[in-house]
């Protein structure tokens, strides 16, 4: 893929302990990451590696507690609960694990909803949020509630929930988890799709391995330090750049040691799963 | 795109008027059909836009769960009824302490020295009503006898009244809302005027019929509607002599005297020199009577206390109700709050969704309430305590219930805003 030079999300060096005294726990150990746009990277681990740790500092819900990390160029260090609630709204979509739909909402008014958390309340935002299911293949249940929708349709909700905002940073975590098979390729279709704007950054929490043949890149990380980096299996030829002030030295795998399945697109068209034509205000 | 009523008045007044009044309206209908437009642009893209999320959402979110919502919604009445109920009470019993001096013709009063309230009566000497005429700016003094009396029934048995006497062509004290009969026949001998809601009390069925009051004869000439008394106590009206007459006043002796005032005249500085005139009497402006009866009565014999006690009760009551419901309500929709917090919505927009819901629980709720109250005032009007709504009644509870739900949404907000967003990875 068409990595950018310019990480969108870096962390550098980062520590993170969770729990006090006797439960206190050494969650992250020096991890340095740099997540560039146009790149679909998988973040894996067993249980307990800190993988959602991980992903919580990178998105700015938590803030480590040492160590350095810039989304879209604003650090989040020092950063009180209101400041990392606009570098979230401003830089991050988020796809979750149990979708977290609004069971009150409408597909196309939960898609909404980000834009009305950032003040987007203007006349554009229904087409906008339209234009947002379009992208996932849900043009046809704008008007469905979350109990009315599939697993992998709420899943595409929620997609299309994260990239409404055009954000430059979209996180998923463990996003097939709860789906079939077919469910589950369709989803990271779509991702793999948005990864293909060099403006966005895709990074995916996941234990799956049906994830594998969508990475531009993989990490692995184990006891709260990133083990191994390697290309993936949907990755170009391009040697990966090592992230600036990388502490751990990770192990290369060749892309061959995963075993890439067939990816069918199923109802959602590749070309048309391009985020927007819009252009991002974090755009290198 | 300009409304069409507007190019007809224009249109018209180019024809009707002369050249300068044209331009200036012209140019005024200009500036009005621009306003026009603004507003109707505005109004199309309002409609377009639809209800604004954040207010669908709180909408939803309290009708997601109708058990939920009907028990906040119950809260809410009930505890806006019983503030109405005790507040509208209060109201009516105000006005009915009062009634009498609100409706007797008088800028001052000169009353006994002590005097409480007007069904206090002792008695005044007929000089200082003539000292009072000597003061300038005195237009008029007109005595007024009051007392209890034996109400003879015609059947046998006995009631108390309470006399009211003052000369019926004189102005004073007379009876209002008349609904049979005439005033001026007061004058006649042996005549009083009741009301209607006593006539059971009275052993009487209208006009014509007649009691008796210190085995004098005392025949119904005149009905009225309304004029009740806050002791239960029926009034009767009659002229100023015969009430003497019912209640053994010696001639020389009044109630109260009430001074009519001359147009130019400055009531307090008048009230000054009458006091200063006169002996073993205070002089009141209505204001001044108006709020010792009031006093008396609200706040000396506790009776106030009990309203004001019962309508602080409803506050509270609401308020717990209310605080309980959307506590609960914010506990359920925990998950869907940590998710808004991880998307990036600031705590002002969480806050917002809730007072959203506090609010329109409110509305909800006042509309109800009001509805209720209105019933509550219709069937209480002919009792012996109505309850009373008013426009600033009404105003103030809406104002009320919205500060009460606003309050009862502190510990629901005080919860969310401490939710961790990250919360929403791990479910």
């Known amino acids: 893929m068409t990595a950018a030079t310019t990480p969108i999300v870096e962390a550098v060096d980062v520590e993170k302990t969770l729990g006090e005294g006797a439960g206190r726990v050494q969650a992250l150990r020096g991890v340095s990451l740099a997540l560039k746009g146009g790149e679909l990277t998988l973040l894996m681990g067993p249980s307990g590696s800190g993988k959602t740790t991980l992903l919580s500092i990178l998105g700015g819900m938590l803030t480590p507690t040492r160590g350095t990390v810039r989304l879209a160029g604003e650090t989040t260090t020092g950063a009180g609960p209101e400041t990392l609630a606009r570098l979230r709204r401003t830089h991050v979509g988020f796809v979750f694990q149990s979708y977290h739909l609004f069971p009150t909402l409408t597909a196309i008014e939960n898609v909404r909803l980000v834009l009305d958390v950032r003040g987007e309340h203007g006349e554009d935002a229904p087409e906008r949020a339209a234009a947002a299911l379009a992208t996932v293949g849900l043009a046809h249940k704008h008007h469905a509630f979350p109990r009315e929708l599939s697993g992998g349709e709420q899943q595409r909700v929620a997609i299309a929930r994260a990239v409404v905002g055009r954000t430059a940073a979209l996180f998923a975590d463990e996003p097939t988890a709860s789906l079939d098979g077919d469910n589950g390729r369709a989803i990271m279709t779509v991702l793999a799709d948005i990864a293909k704007d060099p403006r966005r950054a895709v990074l995916v929490v996941t234990h799956d391995p049906r994830t594998l043949p969508f990475a531009d890149r993989i990490v692995r990380i184990e006891d709260g330090r990133i083990v191994a980096e390697e290309a993936g299996a949907h990755a170009g030829p391009a040697p990966r750049e090592p992230a600036p002030n990388e502490s751990a030295s990770p192990k290369s795998v060749s892309p061959k040691s995963v075993s890439p399945e067939s990816v069918s697109p199923e109802s959602v068209s590749p070309e048309s799963a391009s985020p927007e034509s819009q252009g991002s205000p974090h755009a290198p | 795109m300009r409304p069409g009523w507007i190019e007809r008045i224009d249109m018209r007044l180019r024809t009707a008027a002369g050249p300068a009044l044209r331009s200036g ?65 209060y109201l009516g019993f105000e006005r009915m302490v009062t009634t009498m001096i609100d409706h007797a013709d008088a800028d001052l009063w000169i009353v006994p020295k002590g005097t409480r309230n007007f069904e206090d009566p002792s008695l005044l000497d007929d000089r200082q009503r003539f000292r009072a005429l000597s003061i300038a700016g005195v237009a008029d003094v007109a005595p007024l006898v009051l007392g209890f009396a034996e109400w003879r ?103 109260y005297f009430l001074v009519r005032l001359r147009p130019d005249a400055d009531a307090t500085a008048v009230r000054d020199r009458i006091q200063g005139n006169i002996a073993d009497a205070e002089v009141l402006t209505r204001a001044e009577f108006r709020e010792r009866s009031r006093s008396f009565w609200l706040f000396g014999t506790g009776a106030g206390a009990a309203l004001f006690g019962g309508a602080l009760l409803g506050i509270v009551v609401g308020t717990v109700i209310v605080a309980q419901t959307l506590y609960s309500s914010t506990k359920d929709h925990i998950a869907e709050f940590a998710t808004l917090r991880a998307i990036g919505s600031s705590t002002r927009y969480i806050v917002e969704v809730i007072l959203w819901q506090a609010l329109l629980s409110a509305v909800v709720g006042f509309l109800l309430a009001t509805a209720a109250g209105v019933v509550i005032v219709v069937l209480t009007a002919d009792s012996a305590l109505p309850v009373v709504m008013t426009p600033g009644l009404v105003l103030g509870l809406l104002v009320l219930t919205v500060v009460m739900c606003a309050v009862s949404a502190v510990a629901a907000i005080r919860e969310v805003v401490r939710i961790d967003p990250a919360t929403v990875l791990s479910r």
């Open chain 2, 25 to 89: 309206a012209a140019s005024a209908l200009s500036r009005l059909g621009d306003a026009a437009d603004a507003l109707h642009e505005h109004l199309a893209r309002a409609r377009k836009r639809g209800l604004p999320l954040i207010v669908l959402l709180a909408w939803r979110n309290l009708f997601h769960d109708r058990v939920r919502l009907v028990t906040t919604v119950i809260g809410i009445v009930f505890s806006v009824i019983l503030v109405t109920v005790q507040i509208g009470l």
């Open chain 2, 153 to 255: 029934r015609p059947d046998g048995g006995a009631t108390p009244v309470f006399v009211v006497g003052s000369d019926p062509r004189g102005g004073g004290l007379g009876p209002w809302n008349v609904v049979e009969g005439r005033v001026d026949a007061l004058a006649t001998p042996f005549s009083v005027a009741v009301d209607r809601s006593y006539f059971g009390r009275l052993g009487v069925r209208g006009l014509g019929d007649a009691g008796e009051l210190r085995d004098q004869k005392a025949r119904i000439v005149a009905v009225t509607s309304g004029i009740r008394s806050f002791t239960t106590t029926p009034y009767v009206f009659a002229a100023y002599d015969r009430a003497r007459a019912y209640m053994n006043t010696p001639a020389d002796r009044a109630t």
